[in-house]
């Protein structure tokens, strides 16, 4: 046998061998992948789980292949006051060109018109109608496109935060937060773990109301976005989508959550960019038929949304 043959055969067995270690690579990952995948839907209780029917084939919203993304955030909160109403609404807006993500919240009790109802809270909007109702609510006076939902059942929001963040987020308690949330709080800076976090992000019993709980859900929304990002955060994606999948009902795209996904898990995203509706000084506390609302000045509103979402801002 020839020196060249010679090398021609170990060469091909390095090759070979090569090929097996990355098959077997592939294997290992492909089934740490669906381990980890079932110990999320291991960690995700049935009982707590999505009860609402699917909404995808009511939805109405354009679908975007590439570009500016705007995504209604709907929070359902099974141990809320009142079944059926949405306990938070933002819209989650994305420009997949700057990678600039923003979030708008919109307090629930902003008094609008909503199509075929009157005036109304926003909130209810979600109830009569589901997020294709909310999605003509917010383009009736907003004159803001949606594209996808996702409604989001905050009994597994505890969950998602132990695997984010296994070590806590830290916080700082302005005050003992106790009422309508089924534990203490005490004030202070401190780290607060899953079901902590829920109660900080969902108390409103104080001179705040609403707008202390938007403010702390955008703050905690915003941490565990940087939590997200880490190496370790990464490797526990595929148990991240098994515990959120019992949880989340919406009609975003595989692709779409992959290219969203991506950006957000390598860092490629900046900043998060936060907006209250309705702004300051757009407003007044009224009672309308029995009810507490906020009646607000909708052009100021608008154009401030409009303003905020503004690619070039």
Do not use: C, W
């Not at 038929?289 to 608008?302: Q, R, S, T, Y």
């Amino acid at each position: 046998m020839g020196r060249v043959e010679q090398r021609g055969k170990k060469r091909h067995r390095k090759t070979r061998t090569i090929l097996l270690i990355l098959l077997l690579l592939i294997i290992a990952g492909l089934g740490y992948a669906f381990f980890q995948y079932n110990q999320g839907l291991n960690m995700a209780d049935v009982n707590d789980a999505k009860s609402e029917a699917n909404h995808d084939e009511s939805f109405k919203g354009e679908e975007v292949q590439y570009g500016q993304i705007n995504v209604l955030l709907i929070g359902s909160d099974t141990r809320g006051e009142g079944a059926g109403l949405s306990d938070s609404i933002m819209i989650a807006h994305y420009d997949q060109e700057s990678h600039e993500p923003k979030l708008v919240s919109i307090m629930r009790d902003t008094y609008v018109n909503i199509p075929g109802g009157g005036m109304r809270r926003i909130n209810s909007a979600f109830s009569n109608g589901g997020p294709e109702l909310l999605r003509q609510t917010i383009k009736e006076n907003f004159n803001v496109d949606i594209n996808y939902y996702a409604i989001v059942n905050f009994a597994g929001f505890s969950k998602v935060v132990d695997i984010l963040a296994p070590n806590g987020i830290e916080v700082d308690v302005p005050h003992t937060m106790r009422e309508g949330i089924d534990m203490t709080l005490k004030p202070g800076r401190q780290v607060l773990h899953g079901d902590e976090l829920l109660g900080y992000v969902r108390f409103r019993k104080d001179a705040q109301g609403d707008f202390g709980r938007v403010a702390r859900q955008q703050e905690v929304i915003g941490k565990l976005k940087n939590e997200a990002m880490s190496v370790t955060s990464i490797m526990k994606l595929p148990k991240l989508i098994g515990v959120i999948n019992p949880y989340v009902d919406t009609n975003i795209d595989s692709g779409t959550i992959l290219s969203l996904s991506k950006d957000v898990l390598f860092g490629n995203t900046k900043d998060t960019q936060n907006l209250r509706i309705p702004v300051d000084g757009s407003f007044r506390d009224a009672r309308i038929n029995g009810a507490a609302v906020l009646e607000i000045d909708i052009e100021e509103n608008k154009q401030a949304l409009h303003e905020f979402l503004d690619s070039k801002n």
